[in-house]
């Protein structure tokens, strides 16, 4: 195949008057040239009669564009290398192909409305982008750095104590394509995020998705003190947020609150204390999908709230505290969650006794699926209470369980922990009334034993997994 063209003639049609050739320039044609001409003009029809023949010719042309969306999830980068392979990004890679192709990847709009921006220097060629292809498609947008667009005034190093503001071109930018954004993603930090939202920047009429993610700056005003964001976002469509040590944006009272969040939070560092994280709960009692990552937890120093707080509508949940699980139980004990169905518990840390990892289970009696990631002896604590009770009777705890993903922090399997996992499958996946049977059982890493006989022996079906999730050793997956 011939050499595609840059990426600048890309859509320039191929004909004299398109190329630089000044208006009184007398053309010379020789016998040669017309030669050639015809060759170019048979070996044309040849190639598209080939490429009529082919079996991609034959597919409709939505679903071209829906491989070409499918394959462009990642955001593509505008890299300042732009002719080269490695630095071009997906839509010119696209485009380099065949004319049918090529033709196909210039008319889908949503593929050419996903850009990351990285210097004030690309700014103009996606706005040039965006009015050429997009056709008005909501927008996704990748700020790396804000910092690269802050203009700081005073010598450099030495405006710790200065208001920033963004660069012309990106104030600009942002003035016009706001309100055309449905995606926004930026990497900085208060200050430079704060720059970017205030005064006429608040308005985001068509904004689906927020993500603020921390980056450090050594010359940004000390971060020691918590303040108030200074900005008030207006977001009527805003559907979920992802926050990386950023507080909770402050919204208009005709903004939408997002129903999905998911937040970085280091409790009693970096400024965010036990008191500002329940009251960032209480601003989230719309939320349907909660994903916390707390850090620093053990180390809280200010007092925990009296009372329970409100989250009537959560449904599906993830915490994650690596080494502080009993903090994570009385966190949880201070929710209200009358509706969870969906609770995961990656890296729950070391609690042997599993009485903090009981404490929790208790506080979700409507709990349908439960994944969790531990320590051998907190999951041997686990299943001998979702069958038996101090009484020796059948408790309730967790009655409506169906589905359980126990991911184990070892290798080595051991006698009680498979006598208790047949022991729930006995009386969970043919329970008494009032209890819901146990649909699904996964078990990480799988077991070397003859367990997988005695589960089939029960009326389940059991089959080996080559890869569990987080590990490279092999699963046990058992339906009923």
């Known amino acids: 195949m011939s050499s595609s063209p840059s990426p600048a003639l890309m ?34 029809r040849s190639n598209a009669a080939h490429n009529a023949r082919l079996p991609v010719a034959r597919l409709p042309d939505d ?50 409305a996903k850009f990351a921006v990285d210097s004030p220097n690309r700014l103009r060629s996606i706005e040039h982008l965006i009015l050429k292809r997009t056709k008005g498609t909501l927008l996704d947008i990748l700020i790396w750095d804000l910092h690269r667009f802050l203009v700081r005034p005073g010598p450099p190093y030495h405006f710790r104590d200065r208001a920033s503001k963004l660069t012309p071109e990106l104030a600009l930018f942002m003035e016009k394509y706001l309100p ?63 926050l990386n040590s950023f507080t909770l944006p402050k919204f208009s009272p005709c903004s939408r609150m997002p129903t999905t969040v998911r937040a970085i939070r280091y409790v009693e560092t970096h400024r965010f204390t036990m008191t500002h994280l329940f009251q960032e709960l209480a601003c989230l009692t719309e939320v349907k999908a909660l994903d916390y990552v707390l850090h620093c937890f053990g180390q809280s120093t200010t007092p925990w709230p009296a009372q329970k707080h409100q ?33 995961s518990l990656p890296n729950f840390g070391v609690d042997i006794s599993g009485d903090s990892l009981l404490a929790i289970l208790q506080c ?85 034993d003859n367990i997988v006989e005695n589960l089939e022996s029960l009326g389940l079906t059991v089959r080996t997994l080559p890869n569990g999730p987080f590990t490279r050793f092999p699963a046990l997956e058992c339906t009923l």
């Open 11 to 44: 859509s320039i049609p191929n004909s004299p008057s398109a190329l630089s050739i000044g208006d009184n320039a007398p053309v010379v044609c020789t016998a040669d040239d017309l030669c050639r001409e015809d060759q170019l003009d048979e070996l044309t």
């Open 63 to 112: 679903v071209l564009q829906t491989i070409f969306e499918i394959n462009s999830q990642r955001i593509p980068v505008m890299h300042s290398a732009l002719g080269t392979p490695r630095g071009m990004p997906y839509q010119m890679q696209v485009s380099h192909v065949c004319r049918h192709w090529r033709r196909l990847a210039l008319q889908t709009a949503t593929l050419w």
């Open 180 to 242: 055309q954004i449905s995606a926004l993603s930026i990497n900085g930090c208060d200050d430079s995020v704060n720059s970017l939202f205030m005064g006429q920047h608040t308005s985001a009429q068509a904004l689906v998705t927020l993500r603020l993610t921390w980056r450090f700056c050594p010359n940004v005003p000390d971060r020691s003190l918590l303040s108030e964001n200074p900005y008030t976002l207006v977001t009527p469509n805003l559907h979920s947020i992802q």
């Open 311 to 343: 989250l009537p509508r959560l449904s599906t949940c993830q915490l994650e505290c690596p080494r502080h699980p009993e903090c994570l139980a009385r966190f949880v004990q201070l929710l209200s969650l009358p509706n969870l169905r969906w609770l």
């Open 364 to 448: 979700v009696p409507m709990l349908a699926h439960l994944s969790i990631h531990t320590l051998r002896r907190t999951i041997l604590a686990m299943l001998h209470r979702l069958v038996l009770n101090a009484d020796n009777v059948q408790m309730t705890l967790l009655p409506r369980l169906k589905t359980l993903d126990l991911m184990i922090m070892s290798q080595s399997s051991s006698a009680n922990l498979r006598e208790a996992i047949e022991r729930l499958a006995r009386a969970r996946c043919h329970p008494q009334a009032g209890v819901t049977p146990l649909e699904k059982l996964s078990i990480y890493p799988s077991f070397k």
